[in-house]
């Protein structure tokens, strides 16, 4: 009973700092499609690069980890702003098959682009000495790195939360969620609100990959490999929330842990069941609004 007791902590600590992982990037993709109305299956792009641009800057010019994590956000949102106004903007009208078509093209203009800078192979990771080794917390040890993620992450979502509830432009951003046509009729600036969300949303997607570059390994194939995970996480949580994706990443964090140490057979069966069940219940996610 013991045992079990203890792999169950095990499981529920190794899920949430995943889900936090899954939640810093899946939550700009949830707002600019919420906001938007764009599909971009191309999300997965930004994290991939993030993760490139720290490892790159502290393995090839030894940029302390603080320092390149700072450098995936800012330099990763800096060039979304360029995508989003010679490439997305001109989208924006446009219909859903349009949208995927060009998003599914970056992804495999940037999978071939990685393939040719940094070969097939997976990206190793170098942490620093402070986040190597054990983590003493209520009698019991942890992996500092994964401790490190779920404070992070934590704050991270804090920061988050406060921007959108409780600032300016956080409340220019649900009026234009929850009503675009509206929202420019009294004098929002949508199309530099879009390019600011974007850009933050691209940002929050590279720090995410930087930050879980030991859980999710960067590679080439990263879009691809994780499209259906943050298309889920943004799905059942509900397109334009903050709240849903965060409730949607922790559960399928730790359902997918726990389906990997104890049914590992089964793979990932139960997260896409799951995801079916809930969406036949609740097609808008379970904190999105269903449309009129």
Not at 11 to 29: K, N, P, R
Not at 131 to 140: C, T, V, Y
Not at 163 to 181: I, L, P, S
Request: proline fraction near 4%; include cysteine.
């Amino acid at each position: 009973m013991q045992g079990f007791a203890s792999s169950l902590v095990s499981v529920a600590f190794h899920g949430i700092a995943y889900g936090m992982i899954l939640y810093v990037i899946s939550v700009g993709l949830s707002v600019t499609m919420g906001l938007m109305g764009f599909v971009n299956l191309a999300h997965g792009v930004f994290a991939m690069t993030g993760g490139y641009v720290m490892l790159s800057a502290m393995s090839r010019y030894d940029v302390p980890f603080p320092l390149a994590l700072c450098l995936a956000f800012v330099l990763v949102a800096a060039a979304s702003v360029v995508l989003e106004r010679l490439l997305y903007a001109r989208l924006y009208s446009a219909g859903d098959l349009e949208q995927v078509l060009l998003t599914i093209g970056l992804i495999f203009m940037a999978v071939a682009a990685a393939r040719l800078a940094y070969g097939t192979l997976q990206q190793p990771v170098n942490l620093p000495p402070y986040l190597k080794g054990q983590f003493a917390l209520f009698g019991r040890d942890f992996p500092a790195y994964r401790v490190f993620l779920v404070a992070f992450s934590s704050v991270l979502v804090a920061v988050l939360w406060f921007g959108v509830e409780r600032t300016r432009w956080g409340a220019k951003v649900r009026a234009a969620v929850d009503n675009r046509a509206m929202a420019q009729a009294i004098g929002i600036n949508t199309s530099l609100l879009f390019t600011v969300t974007f850009a933050l949303g691209s940002g929050l997607a590279a720090l995410g990959g930087a930050l879980g570059a030991d859980i999710i390994a960067i590679q080439p194939i990263y879009p691809f490999e994780n499209l259906i995970t943050f298309l889920i996480v943004v799905a059942v949580g509900g397109m334009g929330s903050l709240r849903g994706p965060f409730v949607a990443a922790l559960l399928i964090g730790i359902s997918d842990t726990a389906c990997k140490y104890w049914l590992p057979q089964f793979g990932a069966f139960f997260i896409y069941a799951a995801t079916i069940a809930i969406l036949l219940w609740r097609p808008a996610g379970l904190f999105g609004k269903a449309s009129q």
